[in-house]
């Protein structure tokens, strides 16, 4: 395999690195080869020179971490796993003895089952931070981990015990400077003064249609200096003590976030693709391929060549620092356990995604009432009891916590802030996408993020919920104002299609609680999750909560579908009436309705499809009995899906258009969500 090449040992290993990507790419036939190649300079040097990851053990709690926010430029990293030789995480956050990335996974890059995917995928391949592809979520996400960093530090480091100090790197392009979401996060970064982040730009001026000239013409360094930030230039990406020197400078910068914005050429070394678009995502060609080779001086025929040294050279780099600053932490923190033995614990239980015990004891019960309470009221109420017992449980709102109810009011919950890093409510600012993505980066680090907006808005914030989901990671949405029972506000703030939109999400679970019950018993499934992220959907007005001696309890929403209320003893009912959120309410009135009719009606509370579906087909047709064709599903949303629960025999009442502005009351009227015309509608299902 190895081979025996002359020269200096950072050269071999940086061409290493361009050619292990430059085959990989050549033999898939699909990659993009021209970033890898420009920037292996860069991602090495910070590697070598810098980043404090231990390869024996990629999941340490306080290593550096190294986002590639271009993600595309996915071979970079697949190289640097490899070469550095970093192992394998199982699940259960066991470090495994075998490699991450082997060479036959570069072999097989982007075919199925190798640890090499076309973008990097966190979960699927160990040491990959941040799945990242959707160019700025990245960035945006690093964000969150270096608040993370920041909180992290203030909770648990004490004097002599550094437990948290850690870095956070993320490499971005012209795709990612030139997205919306990066100017979001670029922005709340440097509010927050967030010296622990470092954003390397690949400055190559091409993207896919050609030259930056023809869409992107503004002075980057000025707008991030304009943010706040810490800004460094390096002429040339080829410069390793130059790219050193500059990383130096963000080590040594306190008060604010670095931008290092490196001037480098795309497809570097490529006779024909050099600074073309052509070099951005299409293989060189195999002529090219050889051609690239010679002029890097190396073997034109080798392929997939790891020269001998090369893991040497990385092992000594990256590898010796790595190892002893996880070493000199591991002996800290026997000492730590020793002194804190309470914080320690803490930090255990973090690393393994568990609350604390006794996390639910100031759960409250709501007690029956007629008038209600509006659903982002009891989940207010529901998180401070939660958050008052999960140090770790924090968050906030994108500019709306006094219309979301998310903020944690309790004694010393403080808001998080460069000069109290203390702070558990967090602001982040009118900036949805962002927000999610910021989370997002909080929880990749273990925390327990939540962050709140109007549902209508979750449209802005998608790109970062659906990189949550594919994840797998626990973040908490939660979105209030959910239907036309906003009112006044109108068509603009009305969401009609969220609901059906998020719940198409795979791997979102979508929490849709009836009344205040149903809310805590939402917050009590999010908090036993550990790799599910959640939107929680609640309403701005208040919903009757139900008398539970009456009604079955509010505990069903574990099942995601129950029997809320049941037809007399003695066979099935003659129509089944489903509602989710603020619609129960008003399918428990009409069920009461056609009860006194003399009528068998049941009504089923159905917060959350994914959880319904998930349970078995016998408990499923327990609740919605398959001789039962006569169902009515109630909810102000599209109706888009319902059919699956109501058959073809069934009802929707739901929106078919956009709403209006008007209150309440005479929306509800307009669009058909009384008792009345659900009363009329079950009677004429019944046969
Ligand atoms: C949000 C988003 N939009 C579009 C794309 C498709 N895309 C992938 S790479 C790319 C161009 C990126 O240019 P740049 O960041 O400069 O990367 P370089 O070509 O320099 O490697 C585009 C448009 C994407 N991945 N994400
Ligand atoms: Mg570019």
């Known amino acids: 395999m190895g081979a025996v090449l002359q020269g200096d040992p950072d050269a071999l290993a940086i061409t290493t690195i361009r050619t292990l990507a430059i085959d990989a790419i050549q033999k898939a036939e699909s990659g993009h080869p021209g970033t890898p190649m420009g920037m292996a300079p860069v991602v090495y040097t910070l590697w070598q020179r810098h980043l404090r990851f231990d390869p024996d053990d990629p999941i340490w709690p306080n290593r550096d971490r190294f986002v590639l926010s271009a993600g595309h430029a996915s071979m970079l990293l697949w190289s640097m796993l490899h070469l550095a030789r970093v192992k394998a995480v199982n699940p259960a956050y066991e470090v495994l003895g075998e490699p991450a990335v ?14 090499c995917p ?23 996400t690093s964000v969150g981990m270096a608040i993370a960093g920041k909180w992290l530090g203030e909770r648990y480091n004490r004097d002599g015990f550094p437990m948290f100090d850690f870095d956070v790197y993320a490499l971005a392009g012209d795709g990612c400077m030139m997205e919306g979401i990066a100017s979001e996060a670029a922005s709340l970064a440097a509010h927050q003064r967030l010296s622990n982040l470092t954003w390397i730009y690949d400055s190559n001026r091409i993207t896919i249609e050609g030259h930056t000239d023809i869409a992107f013409t503004e002075d980057v360094a000025a707008r991030f ?11 040339d990406a080829n410069d390793t003590d130059a790219i050193d020197h500059a990383l130096g400078e963000a080590k040594a910068e306190h008060e604010r976030p670095t931008f290092l914005m490196v001037h480098s050429h795309i497809g570097y070394g490529s006779p024909g693709r050099e600074d073309t678009p052509a070099a951005h995502g299409e293989p060189l060609g195999p002529d090219e391929v050889k051609a690239t080779k010679r002029a890097y001086g190396w073997p034109e025929d080798a392929e997939f060549l790891v020269p001998d040294g090369v893991y040497g050279r990385f092992a000594e780099g990256v590898g010796a620092r790595g190892k002893s ?3 000199a932490w591991m002996g800290l923190f026997a000492g730590y356990r020793d002194a804190y033995p309470d914080l320690a614990d803490e930090l255990l239980r973090i690393q393994r995604r568990e609350p604390p015990d006794g996390w639910d004891e100031l759960i ?15 989940s207010g109420r529901v998180l401070n009891a939660i958050a008052q017992k999960v140090p770790w449980l924090l968050g906030g709102a994108a500019d709306l916590a006094p219309s979301t109810k998310t903020r944690l009011t309790f004694e010393g919950a403080g808001d998080f802030q460069a000069d109290d890093r203390s702070g558990r409510n967090f602001h982040f600012g009118i900036r949805e996408h962002a927000s999610a993505a910021i989370s ?51 068509p603009t703030h009305q969401p009609i299609e969220h609901l059906a939109s998020l719940r198409a999400m795979p791997g979102l679970t979508v929490l849709r609680p009836g009344d205040a019950n149903e809310v805590a018993e939402a917050w009590r499934f999010i908090m036993r999750s550990q790799h599910e992220p959640v939107a929680l959907i609640l309403s701005r007005q208040a919903l009757p909560t139900l008398d539970r001696t009456l009604y079955a309890p509010a505990s069903g ?6 029997v809320l209320a049941d037809a007399a003893e003695g066979g099935d009912p003659d129509v089944i009436l489903i509602g989710t959120g603020s619609e129960v309410g008003l ?40 001789v039962v064709l006569a169902r009515v599903a109630v909810e102000q949303a599209s109706t888009l899906g319902w059919d699956r629960y109501v058959g073809p025999s069934g009802a929707v009442i739901g929106m078919h258009t956009f709403g209006a502005s008007a209150p309440l009351k005479e929306l509800q009227t307009k669009f058909g969500f009384t008792p009345e015309s659900v009363v009329e509608t079950a009677k004429g299902l019944i046969r």
Do not use: C
């Open 440 to 490: 997002n980066g909080m929880s990749l680090t273990k925390l327990r993020p939540f962050w709140s907006g109007f549902l209508i808005f979750s449209d802005y914030a998608r790109g970062a919920i659906r990189l949550s989901a594919l994840m797998e990671i626990p973040t908490i949405h939660i979105f209030t104002h959910d239907s036309i029972g906003v009112g006044e506000d109108g």
């Open 325 to 327: 600053a996880r070493e």
């Open 364 to 378: 409250p019960a709501f007690p029956p009432d007629a008038k209600g309470i509006a659903s982002r009221d009891s």
């Open 587 to 626: 399918v428990v009135d009409a069920y009461e309705r056609l009860v006194a009719d003399g009528l068998r009606p049941r009504v089923v509370s159905m917060p959350s499809w994914e959880l319904f579906d998930r349970q078995p087909l016998e408990y499923r047709d327990a609740v919605l009995p398959p």
């Open 225 to 235: 200096l304009g943010y706040g930030w810490n800004v460094v230039v390096v002429a």
């Open 557 to 562: 929403l574990e099942r995601g579908a129950y």
């Open 118 to 140: 076309g973008h990097p995928e966190y979960r699927w391949t160990s040491g990959v931070e941040a799945t990242t592809g959707p160019l700025g979520n990245g960035v945006a």
């Open 102 to 115: 082997t060479l036959r996974d570069i072999e097989t890059f982007r075919q199925l089952g190798s640890k």
